[in-house]
């Protein structure tokens, strides 16, 4: 068989298609939409097979083995072609390949990939040299000599959505941030979708090649639950097991250990229509099944497990501003969306890790992941004190006051939200209580808090205060007039460069949750949207992020100091992310890859960063 082949320079992401094509060549770097010089050459068929390797000449001696769950029916959908339906009241659940293609409908035309199959990867080259004048010491001056264990946790990290692409491939239902980015008018900012972003859904042999080749130990991915349940529930697709059960071989083969996340904000689409998603405890036991299924299946491999990622966000800032008029929300909107989410999200999260612990017997350690910034007061006084103390209440306590401390809601939530804030029963309690091995903190930045402009007591009084129910302000412009940091991106505002404000944190986070406990915490996610990054022309310009390198640097050697001189117990930091990506609402335009992406050719260029966070490991003896 020919194969096609693109192999771009020494440091571009080298890959082979399964389809074949005749043609092979060889093309050099450049951005995306910039001026090209490229140059392209043919390869004979001699040299493209002397350096592939094959799908099957190379499949591993030692296949892993997957355990299936019997009580669920598995099936394969084919059709690639939306069914035009009237509406969404009339979408059937029969899980048949008519109502998926209904589905599809829903969300409109989905761009179509450049290829549909997985690629085989060809040999990546390591070393790769470092950035020109670059120094691999990462930390100087008092911190340099000291050591992190050997069972630190650093790897990179992506999610299903934003890293895929491959949106309708193989069966794949759609979610919720498919119908958002196309249907909603300005919904992501600069107009992509996830349709193909990263292409990661056949790419990932390369990817996972890549971080072989450059030693990195953890890869944090998430399951896609539309591919797996198109439907959120019902039938299993068969090919998007196929498809993961591929992904963890090949990790497993690598040496690279996967960190799991089961949700990244991908509510399946027909659960939206169903019951209005994470507002309805119905999802309990829809996200419980599924969570069962893969964790069955994968668990052998997998030593760390995420049940979901960034309630804080997905339920704090989706749900109560959700659009209104793509699906039913039977009368659920707002603030009470938001903390019916909350709850039902807890009550998920505790159920699964009960089950695993319990039914399961799971090896792994479990967790969900906290999206909160460092709270620091705007000045000394007491009053900007107390309102760190509700802020933090609000956007840790949330979640963390049930789960690492009481069981229950911080008093200031219940006293102020009222009904909106739905009740535990004792056995809920008990479940939630305890229900994290480790704190999971995604912590990007800092804020700078004072108490609302009419006063906390005033403010929680009146449910018409523009800044109820929080009651509190929040800016990362100093007193001074200062920002707290370097910022990032504009599409990624709120985000500024506080290293020291990571060591502060972890200080907050062990006094607060994990301390009592002795418990640990892992840095799960923590990057930087380097400034004005998609605007650069000529590659090797995007791939310096030299202020992405003073972040990483800041940051690291302040979690180094938070552990070693503070004795914080902190046993991981993961960075956002693998490669650019889907950023959300800010769409492709907005980059946070240790890697740069090339969206049209797909190809992956380390950039200076990762070279920063690959090396503060190797100095601190790992
Ligand atoms: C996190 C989120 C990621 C990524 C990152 C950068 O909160 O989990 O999906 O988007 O922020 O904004």
Request: with cysteine; net charge negative; glycine share 8%.
């Amino acid at each position: 068989m020919s194969v096609p082949l693109l192999l771009c320079g020494l440091v571009g992401a080298a890959y082979a298609q399964t389809t074949a094509n005749a043609t092979s060549s060889v093309t050099s770097t450049s951005v995306d939409n910039a001026p090209t010089a490229s140059t392209s050459q043919t390869l004979s068929a001699a040299e493209t097979s002397s350096i592939l390797w094959s799908l099957q000449s190379s499949a591993p001696a030692d296949n892993l083995t997957f355990s299936s769950l019997s009580n669920f029916t598995y099936t394969s959908y084919t059709s690639q072609a939306p069914t035009p339906t009237t509406s969404v009241a009339t979408l059937p659940t029969d899980y048949s390949e008519q109502a998926w293609s209904m589905l599809w409908d829903q969300v409109g035309p989905v761009a179509t990939p450049p290829f549909n199959s997985t690629v085989i990867p060809t040999p990546e080259p390591s070393p790769v040299p470092p950035p020109y004048g670059f120094s691999s010491q990462v930390t100087t001056g008092n911190l340099s000599s000291y050591q992190l264990p050997s069972d630190f946790v650093w790897g990179v990290a992506s999610a299903a959505y934003q890293v895929e692409g491959a949106a309708m491939e193989e069966g794949r239902g759609p979610s919720i941030w498919d119908l958002l980015s196309h249907r909603v008018h300005g919904y992501v900012a600069d107009g992509t979708t996830g349709d193909i972003t990263d292409l990661h859904y056949y790419l990932y042999p390369q990817d996972i090649a890549r971080l072989k080749a450059f030693n990195i130990p953890y890869f944090s991915l998430t399951i896609s639950w539309s591919r797996v349940f198109p439907f959120g529930r019902g039938y299993v697709n068969e090919q998007a097991l196929a498809h993961y059960d591929d992904v963890i071989q090949r990790l497993v083969d690598a040496g690279i250990k996967p960190i799991v996340t089961l949700f990244h904000w991908d509510t399946p689409l027909a659960l939206m229509n169903d019951y209005n998603g994470w507002t309805s405890d119905q999802i309990i036991a829809d996200f419980l099944a599924y969570a069962q299924l893969v964790m069955t299946r994968y668990d052998k491999y997998v030593p760390i497990w995420v049940t979901v990622n960034e309630p804080q966000v997905y339920c704090g800032d989706e749900y109560p501003g959700f659009p209104s008029g793509y699906w039913p929300q039977y009368g659920v909107t707002g603030l009470r969306a938001q903390f019916y989410c909350g709850h039902n999200t807890l009550l998920a999260h505790a159920q699964i890790v009960d089950w695993y612990r319990n039914t399961l017997g799971g090896t792994g350690r479990v967790t969900f992941k906290n999206s909160a910034n460092n709270f620091i007061p705007n000045t000394t006084s007491s009053a900007d004190a107390a309102a760190v103390a509700r802020g933090n209440d609000f956007q840790l306590g949330w979640f963390n006051s049930p789960v690492w401390q009481t069981g229950d809601y911080p008093a200031s939530l219940r006293s102020t939200l009222g009904d909106l804030l739905p009740n535990f029963t004792a056995a809920e309690s008990a479940m939630v209580l305890g229900s994290c091995d480790f704190f999971a903190i995604d912590g990007y930045t800092t804020d700078i808090i004072a108490p609302a402009a009419s006063g906390i007591a005033d403010c929680a009084a009146n449910s018409s205060d523009p800044a109820w129910p929080t009651c509190i302000q929040q800016s990362q412009v100093t007193a001074s007039g200062w920002d707290v940091g370097f910022a990032a991106d504009p599409g990624a505002s709120w985000l500024k460069s506080d290293p020291t404000g990571v060591r502060q944190f972890l200080n907050y986070l062990q006094k607060t949750y994990t301390g009592p406990k002795g418990k640990d915490i892992v840095l799960s996610e923590f990057g930087f949207a380097e400034p004005f990054e998609n605007n650069f022309t000529a590659l090797p310009d995007a791939r310096y992020d030299q202020l992405r390198v003073d972040y990483f640097t800041g940051y690291l050697n302040n979690l180094l100091a938070a552990k070693v001189e503070d004795g914080v117990n902190v046993t991981g930091a993961v960075a956002w992310g693998v490669f650019d990506n889907f950023e959300w609402s800010s769409g492709l335009s907005t980059r946070f890859g240790l890697q740069y992406v090339n969206y049209t050719t797909l190809e992956r260029y380390p950039k200076a960063s990762l070279f920063t966070f690959m090396d503060f490991f190797k100095q601190h003896g790992l």
